[in-house]
């Protein structure tokens, strides 16, 4: 019996876990394509949400530190390129 609850458990951690981690990648795919669109404001405003996503996936656990970090960075050079 306790093989089911745990699988039941995993599938609530999944779920959650799964619904953060899209967010956060939408986030970042709509702050690469605003960086790419070449408009100065709208990569800010979209940086600026991506880098406040990713902290808070490392705070639930769900992304690691380092991992968050390195997409930070990336995405922070290049909004400073522009």
């Known amino acids: 019996m306790p093989a089911t609850k745990a699988h039941r ?23 690469r394509k605003a960086l790419a669109s070449g ?22 656990g769900i992304l690691h530190k380092n991992n968050a970090s390195r997409r930070k960075s990336r995405l922070a050079l290049h909004l400073n390129r522009m």
């Open 9 to 31: 458990r995993s599938e609530k951690k999944y779920t959650r876990n799964h619904a953060i981690l899209r967010n956060t990648r939408t986030t970042v795919s709509n702050a």
């Open 39 to 60: 408009d100065k404001v709208a990569a800010e405003t979209s940086v600026q949400l991506a880098l406040s996503v990713l902290d808070k996936a490392v705070t639930k």
